[in-house]
Each structure stands twice: as C-alpha cells, then as structure tokens.
C-alpha cells in the first residue's frame, strides 16, 4: 500500500464498519421559553425518542419563537420548511372553530373536565389536522386561566377600559365583550407589551404570570380556572411517514408517554405558581359577582361557538359534566 491509499484506508474504515442507519435531524419549533413546564417536557420528549432510536432521530428544539414565530408554526409544519412544532390549539380557531373548544370561558373549569373535553374534541381535531398533512402527536393543557390587573376589580364592570393583553382570536373576543380593549401579545414579549404601556391587564396562567414575572407590572390574580387552553406537538405526516417504522413506533411512544407527564406537570404547576404568585402580588378568589358576570361572556361565547360548529359542537361541549 502506499501512504496514500493507507491513510484511505483508515479514514474510511470507521465509515464502512458502521450498518448502513438512517440517521435523521430535525429541527421543531416552540412558541414558548425554555424555563416553561411545556418546554422542559418537550426536551424530555425528544430526549426518550433519541435514546429509542440510539441517536438515529435527533431532534433539535428552537424554543421562545426562535425558529419561527408561533402564529407562522402551524403552516411551517404542513409545508414541511421544518418537519415539528408546537402550537397553542385554540389559535388555529380562524381555520376552524372545532380547534378552538378549550378556550371558551367556564365550559371546563378543572382537569377532569379538560380531559372530558379533550376526548370529544379529539377526534374531530386530528381529522382536520390530517385533512393538512398534519398528524397530532400530543397535548398538554395550560394550567387555569385567570386575570391580572393593576387594579382591584370587584365585578366584570370594573374591568372596562382596560387594555387588556390577550393571545388569541378567542381571548379577544370575550376581551371584547367585557368591555376591554385587546391587543394579541404572544407569552414571551409579555413584559415589554407592559413596560412599553401597550397593556395594563392580562389573561393568562399562574404559570406564564411566574415565567414572566407579572408581579413586576401588575399588582393583582384573580384565580379564575376560567379554561384550559392546550398546547400540542404536531409532525408532518410526510416526514413522520418518511422514517424507518421503528423511529415512528419511538416517536408514538415517546409522544404518548409526554402526553401522561405533562398533564401531571400542569397540575403540579398549577400549584406551584399559584403559591410563588401570592408570595409576590395578591391572589384573589373570585367574587360571586365577578363570577356571574364573566359566566355571562362565556354564555355568549358558548352559543356563537356551537352555533359556527353545529350540532357536532353542541355534542363536543355536552360531554363536559
Ligand atoms: N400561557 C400562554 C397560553 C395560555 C397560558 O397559560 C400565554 O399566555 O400566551
């Protein structure tokens, strides 16, 4: 052998040793930052499908918008310009209502009640998703939705006028109906919406008012469970199709094992944040009156809902005790 074959000889040597794998990396994009619950059990996610796979899917997370911005997401996913992304369901709404079923104020107002929606809605959810090339890997809810303001409010009156930081079509709208003026804030640029006097109120979770520390621009929770919204992990169908049977069966796996840890998590977040928040601003249990006025928006919201859906929507809402 010469120098130089020899030298090829032990460069290509480790190559040709190596089974012929197919080794796969994605890139998936996620709205919120790395310090949320829903990230953490995205990265334990992608972490049970590479040890499945022994490193031959790799998945890269580009979390807080970094890749895209989160209303691009959805359409980055079905156009394949990244294969996995993470997307809050009820912002699909404006694509259709069947999407947007969590965020309806006081329809499900605790876990069990988000889990019995969750499974009416389910179905009509992933056909419409399919219907775009999409399959539905997972979701996971947000912990209860509540308000934050500068001000103590004793009943859905006093919040007119308010401007008030929403994240959604949804959001707004019951926004609207309360008097309020809404401005679409998404979760990470909630404290500059604030500081820069876009905002002076929000809805939100305990868990997004600690990441975001609301303590620093309101002064105020009012701890309503007013909904559930959920978030969900979605794979191009082409793409998942695309892998050796084995790296699909990981991904299933890994994606349902997501889906039971991160219902859990929420619920512990739920408490924790509840707790950090009243260490720093005041929590408040809804008044009675606060209550009825907000039941009334969410009456209103409930009938324009079914009446956009139809009769499915109706049975979707009745399978919430
Ligand atoms: N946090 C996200 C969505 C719902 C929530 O609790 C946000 O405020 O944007």
């Known amino acids: 052998m010469t120098m130089k074959t020899a030298a090829l000889a ?4 480790p190559l040709m040793a190596l089974p012929a794998a197919a080794q796969t990396s994605w890139d998936m994009a996620t709205p919120y ?3 949320e619950f829903h990230t953490k059990n995205i990265r334990e996610f992608v972490a049970d499908v590479e040890q499945a796979t022994g490193g031959d899917l ?3 997370v580009h979390s807080g918008q970094s890749l895209f911005k989160h209303p691009e997401i959805k359409r980055s996913v079905q156009n394949q310009l990244v294969p996995i992304g993470e997307v809050l369901m009820a912002n699909l709404y404006n694509e259709d209502p069947i999407f947007g079923a969590d965020n309806i104020p006081f329809v499900a107002t605790s876990y069990e009640d988000a889990r019995a929606l969750w499974e009416a809605q389910r179905p009509l959810v ?3 998703l399919a219907a775009d090339g999409i399959r539905l890997l997972y979701t996971v809810p947000w912990p209860g939705q509540g308000f934050y303001t500068n001000r103590e409010i004793a009943s859905a009156a006093d919040l007119q006028g308010e401007r008030f930081r ?3 079509a949804t959001t707004s709208r019951m926004a609207e109906l309360l008097g309020t003026v809404p401005t679409t804030v998404e979760a990470v640029e909630i404290p500059q919406a604030f500081s820069t006097g876009i905002v002076d109120a929000m809805v939100t979770s305990a868990a997004t008012g600690v990441r975001t520390k609301a303590w620093d621009f309101t002064d105020h929770f009012y701890d309503l469970n007013a909904w559930f919204p959920k978030n969900m992990v979605i794979v191009n169908e082409d793409a998942f199709s695309a892998l050796p049977e084995d790296q699909q ?3 299933l796996d890994a994606a349902a094992a997501a889906e039971e840890r991160g219902w859990r998590m929420s619920e512990e977040e739920m408490t924790s ?3 950090a928040l009243g260490k720093e601003l005041t929590v408040h249990e809804p008044s009675e009156e606060l209550m009825s006025g907000l039941r009334e928006v969410g ?3 409930s009938a324009e809902w079914v009446e956009e859906v139809g009769a499915e929507g109706q049975e979707v809402l009745d399978a919430v005790e």
């Open 126 to 128: 992933e056909e419409k």
């Open 33 to 35: 930052p790395d310090a």
């Open 299 to 301: 009456e209103t919201m």
């Open 249 to 251: 069966q990981a991904l």
């Open 58 to 60: 790799t998945i890269t």
């Open 166 to 168: 929403t994240y959604n």
């Open 10 to 13: 032990i460069l290509t040597a």
């Open 273 to 275: 944040t509840v707790d």
